[in-house]
């Protein structure tokens, strides 16, 4: 089983954007999800798409508004694209194959990619 592999994240100020990028293997057989992990805290959440049919997605309050989550079926990748960033959604943020209409996964997890938000 091949890992998923986050890249984007990086040190923005309070108010910033990123977008990130994720390649899975399991891209395409239902889900994807993007989750975060702050220090001391539980993986969360944060966003969730259908890679099959049409682009329906899902988002966690904390993030309703500011993330966008997409998807591009031809390079099988999934997007998170984070605006009006806070110093609260700083995380190591991960993707995955997931169970559709859950936040769990059924692949394996990345190494992730950090986001630090700083004021």
């Known amino acids: 089983q091949v890992q998923p592999v986050e890249s984007g994240g990086g040190s923005v100020q309070a108010g910033g954007s990123l977008r990130l990028s994720c390649v899975a293997s399991?891209?395409?057989?239902?889900?994807m999800g993007w989750f975060r992990q702050a220090p001391g805290k539980e993986r969360e959440g944060v966003a969730r798409?259908?890679?099959?049919?049409?682009?329906?997605?899902y988002y966690a309050d904390s993030v309703k508004g500011r993330f966008t989550i997409s998807r591009d079926n031809a390079e099988k990748m999934v997007y998170l694209r984070m605006s009006s960033l806070k110093t609260e959604d700083t995380a190591m943020y991960y993707c995955?194959?997931?169970?559709?209409?859950?936040?769990?996964?059924?692949?394996?997890w990345g190494a992730g990619t950090q986001v630090t938000v700083s004021s």
């Open positions: 798409i259908y890679t099959i049919g049409n682009e329906r997605s």
């Open positions: 399991g891209y395409g057989r239902g889900c």
């Open positions: 995955a194959e997931i169970a559709c209409a859950t936040w769990v996964s059924i692949g394996g």
